[in-house]
């Protein structure tokens, strides 16, 4: 097939332009869909993940409905070793530690909410953790451990709750006043009709002056 002069000038254009920038098109479609298809993987293999911990989860969950400890520290060992860094096992990890602080077994308690505390990625999985860490450590009069670990930074929703427990922490060491300044100050944290009101005023009124 013949083609005019201006075709064929045009065809000749194309050509030396694929010449010279060809092969960096051709890279970069092919960067584009690598990281397509990458985005793609990554997302099915978190979905694969999580799917896969949802089903050990549930083991946690009904092993410590049960109370069954042994189960437990299997299915959470198994649960935080393969699949860590999904949310599951934070939650997994405060599941075991409410169920290991009602059987009084605090070692087992204090190491599943460090693990919460060192790996959850949600902000308010970790302030859970702390809290109850403080409370465990309250629990045994390690009254300056609790507050150290109260003192430690938290998502600011939380404020209202780490400053009660730190006016308990002082209360239970006998330290009338700082217990007070923590229970008013946790009382200016809460907003409206919070239903946490009345019981840290109740708390407030019984400390006196």
């Known amino acids: ?77 198994k649960l935080q070793s393969d699949y860590g860094r999904t949310a599951y096992a934070s939650r997994g ?10 059987k009084q077994d605090l070692a087992l308690a204090k190491s599943q909410l460090g693990w919460a505390v060192e790996h959850a990625r949600e902000p308010a999985l970790q302030a859970v953790a702390r809290l109850r860490m403080a409370a465990v450590l309250l629990d045994e009069k390690r009254y ?21 427990l730190k006016g308990d922490v002082y209360a239970a060491k006998g330290d009338k006043k700082a217990a007070r300044d923590q229970y008013k100050s946790a009382l200016a944290k809460l907003v409206g009709d919070s239903p946490n009101r009345q019981y840290i005023q109740t708390k407030l009124d019984a400390l006196g002056g």
Do not use: C, P
């Not at 990890?93 to 009602?102: M, T, Y």
């Open 93 to 102: 990890a405060l599941l075991v530690a409410k169920a290991a602080f009602d």
């Open 144 to 164: 300056d451990a609790a507050i150290a670990e109260l003192n430690q930074e938290h998502a600011s929703a939380f404020d209202a709750l780490f400053l009660d």
């Open 1 to 77: 097939m013949a083609f005019d002069l201006q075709e064929q000038e045009q065809i000749d254009e194309l050509k030396a332009f694929w010449s010279q920038w060809g092969k960096w098109i051709s890279a970069a479609v092919l960067a584009t869909a690598l990281g397509y298809l990458g985005t793609k993987g990554w997302t099915y293999y978190q979905q694969s993940q999580a799917e896969k911990a949802a089903v050990i989860y549930d083991d946690v969950a009904s092993a410590a409905q049960s109370g069954d400890l042994t189960r437990l520290k299997s299915s959470i060992a």
